[in-house]
């Protein structure tokens, strides 16, 4: 009794749990085999699930289309012959056959979009196969998006061409990411120098990544200690879509390089450590040397003018410096300070002054008004401004 093809289906799903994209019948063999053997093929995610017919629920072989390199058409695109695809991952090489050439270009539009995330350019097929091939490539990147990986260092001297193409000069202002995102035993060395290094250095640490002679790959050079003694081992990284592929028995991808690094030490139970040489540290300490003297032709320094401020009194100064006077007692004789003469010679002097220009001015008045009495009018004032000034300096005294 044949099973119904819905459950079939929601069968698979259940087991890969992955989108199905395409599906149909093919043919598949390795390149060693002579002959092709029937499958039904399922496109689920990026990997291909075989099955011996279409109504069996369990695969029995599948390719993982992660670790694909490339995919290479064997003979030109015709319609009446079939068409066979030679598929190279990192690990196999199979080819697919497919008895209907539009079939075929059907599988190789799906395969080669679900992997590298993009339509291919050029495609033969119709505008509504198209369609549905976008709406599985959205699908596809939203379960899988993009992974931010570190961009691939330059290739080592020794690796270069003999005239290599220039290559663009990085912008200043953008942060160098493969340097931040590089492990720190990243070393621009070959294997040889890579192993050369780890023996003489055992105390620097076990584990270098390098580049690798093959484009876009690398190479990790470990020193382990073995029941035989120290022996080197060489892994080799390769970069794909998804993030970078370990290349052992059972190959295993990761998102960055230093998720290869840390792989290996968990695997090892850190009894591996990255290689990082030491830097080397000052013993001494030096006295810097005394500054020379400053020479005859240096520039002269420059003389700031002193301020010019305007002289103070004599008196003030004195005023300040003494204490306030005590006032003196009822009916008590007051003596003048002796020691303040010039403070009332000053004063004299100045009312002496006045005296003098208030008798000019009435002179001059007394002459504008009457000339014939200016000298009897001028001569007693004057002699009792006289005597008023002699009377105010003998009171002072």
């Known amino acids: 009794m044949s099973v119904n093809p819905r459950v079939v289906h929601k069968r698979r799903a259940t087991i890969t749990a992955l989108p199905l994209y395409y599906s149909g019948h093919l043919l598949k063999k390795h390149t060693e085999d002579k002959d092709f053997k029937s499958y039904y093929g399922e496109l689920r995610g990026a990997t291909l699930f075989l099955y011996t017919d279409d109504t069996q629920d369990t695969y029995t072989e599948k390719l993982d289309l992660e670790q694909l390199k490339s995919m290479e058409l064997n003979s030109p695109y015709q319609r009446k012959t079939p068409t066979i695809f030679t598929l190279t991952l990192l690990s196999e090489e199979v080819q697919l056959k497919m008895d209907n050439p539009d079939t075929g270009e059907e599988w190789r539009g799906y395969i080669l979009t679900v992997v590298k995330k993009q339509i291919p350019s050029k495609l033969q097929l119709l505008p509504g196969q198209m369609l549905l091939l976008k709406?599985?490539?959205?699908?596809?990147?939203?379960?899988?998006?993009?992974?931010?990986?570190?961009?691939?260092?330059?290739?080592?001297?020794?690796?270069?061409?003999?005239?290599?193409c220039p290559s663009p000069v990085p912008a200043k202002d953008k942060p160098d990411?493969?340097?931040?995102?590089?492990?720190?035993?990243?070393?621009?060395?070959?294997?040889?120098?890579?192993?050369?290094?780890?023996?003489?250095?055992?105390?620097?640490?076990?584990?270098?990544?390098?580049p690798s002679t093959m484009a876009n790959n690398y190479a990790l050079t470990l020193r382990q200690q073995t029941s035989r003694g120290h022996v080197m081992k060489n892994y080799r990284v390769s970069s794909s879509n998804s993030g970078f592929v370990i290349e052992l028995e059972t190959a295993l991808t990761v998102s960055t390089l230093n998720d290869v690094l840390k792989y290996f030490l968990e695997k090892t139970e850190y009894r591996l450590q990255p290689y990082m040489a030491s830097q080397p540290y000052d013993t001494r300490i030096e006295l810097s040397p005394a500054p020379?003297?400053?020479?005859?032709?240096?520039?002269?320094?420059?003389?700031?003018?002193?301020?010019?401020?305007?002289?103070?009194?004599?008196?003030?100064?004195?005023?300040?410096?003494?204490?306030?006077?005590?006032?003196?007692?009822?009916?008590?004789?007051?003596?003048?300070?002796?020691?303040?003469?010039?403070?009332?010679?000053?004063?004299?002097?100045?009312?002496?002054?006045?005296?003098?220009?208030?008798?000019?001015?009435?002179?001059?008045?007394?002459?504008?008004?009457?000339?014939?009495?200016?000298?009897?009018?001028?001569?007693?004032?004057?002699?009792?401004?006289?005597?008023?000034?002699?009377?105010?300096?003998?009171?002072?005294?």
Request: hydrophobic share 30%; aromatic share 4%; glycine share 2%.
């Open 292 to 397: 020379k003297n400053i020479s005859i032709t240096s520039p002269a320094l420059k003389t700031v003018p002193k301020a010019q401020v305007a002289p103070m009194l004599r008196s003030q100064t004195k005023e300040e410096s003494l204490p306030p006077p005590t006032k003196p007692a009822e009916g008590e004789y007051v003596v003048p300070d002796d020691h303040r003469p010039d403070e009332h010679k000053l004063k004299l002097d100045q009312l002496d002054s006045e005296l003098r220009q208030v008798l000019r001015l009435r002179r001059e008045s007394i002459q504008t008004a009457s000339g014939e009495d200016e000298m009897y009018e001028n001569q007693p004032t004057e002699k009792a401004l006289s005597c008023t000034a002699q009377w105010t300096k003998s009171e002072a005294v």
């Open 135 to 164: 709406e599985a490539l959205d699908q596809e990147r939203r379960r899988n998006p993009p992974v931010l990986r570190p961009p691939l260092p330059p290739r080592p001297a020794f690796l270069r061409p003999a005239s290599p």
């Open 177 to 210: 990411n493969s340097i931040l995102d590089m492990p720190s035993c990243f070393l621009d060395v070959s294997r040889e120098e890579a192993e050369r290094m780890l023996c003489a250095n055992p105390e620097y640490g076990s584990i270098i990544l390098r």
